[in-house]
């Protein structure tokens, strides 16, 4: 499998604030990473697929200009949210598509915004 | 966006007990994956299952992938005080996203 990383694992920030997380693929390169959102006792749904070198895949009701995706790297992809509001407080994961098209996930970055 | 169907919703059990959890889909899957959630982490991958039909099994955990390749489910057995947690099911078709479960948590009583 791959190992991921995502930093910071938690943050908070007041409200009309940029955050950026970033999301690391340690031991693989990886051409296609996720990011998902999870709110409290909930499943994870995804928001965007994020493609190294090219425009990020947006789910429908993500807003791409609120939730910057930038992949410029093999192994790197930072989520940046703009102007956060209350609202956006959430568990924010990514993930990294393996070799055998199989999904790793980093530990998760908690946001909470004031 | 979609969700799997999955159940038990939640699961109260004793120390050594086996555990039976399903994931059930309008629509087929190529691949199947069950991953473990622990609370404040990301989700690890537990099992994966690509042919239907397929039996997998990862230590004291057994996973199916059905016939009809719209359901899947996982059992565990002789639970341990470490297997808490919430387990998800994802169904995948080709390289395409992953489509998630609704999650089981599994808590164990004392």
């Known amino acids: 499998g791959a190992v991921v990383s995502q930093h910071p694992s938690w943050v908070i920030c007041k409200s009309g604030t940029s955050v950026k997380i970033e999301c690391r693929s340690l031991?693989?390169?990886?051409?296609?990473m996720f990011w998902y959102r999870q709110f409290p006792k909930q499943s994870l749904m995804l928001m965007a697929t994020?493609?190294?070198?090219?425009?990020?895949?947006?789910e429908q009701g993500v807003e791409k200009d609120k939730f910057l995706i930038n992949h410029a790297s093999l192994t790197l992809s930072t989520l940046t949210v703009t102007s956060a509001h209350p609202e956006d407080s959430s568990f924010y994961i990514c993930?990294?598509?393996?070799?055998?098209?199989?999904?790793?996930f980093g530990p998760g970055t908690r946001l909470t915004v004031l | 966006g979609q969700q799997l169907n999955q159940s038990p919703q939640s699961m109260f059990i004793q120390e050594g007990e086996d555990v039976s959890m399903n994931c059930t889909s309008s629509?087929?899957?190529?691949?199947w994956l069950w991953y473990k959630q622990d609370p404040g982490e990301g989700p690890v991958l537990l099992i994966a299952?690509?042919?239907?039909?397929e039996l997998t099994s990862n230590g004291r955990l057994t996973a199916q992938f059905g016939i009809t390749r719209k359901d899947s489910f996982l059992n565990i057995s002789a639970s341990i005080p470490s297997d808490v947690g919430i387990y998800f099911c994802?169904?995948?078709?080709?390289?395409?996203?992953?489509?998630f479960g609704t999650g089981t948590r599994l808590t164990i009583i004392p």
């Open positions: 993930s990294v598509l393996g070799s055998t098209d199989t999904q790793y």
């Open positions: 629509s087929i899957f190529n691949t």
């Open positions: 299952l690509y042919k239907a039909g």
């Open positions: 031991d693989f390169q990886a051409t296609t």
């Open positions: 994020s493609n190294e070198g090219s425009k990020a895949t947006y």
């Open positions: 994802a169904g995948q078709l080709g390289n395409e996203k992953l489509t």
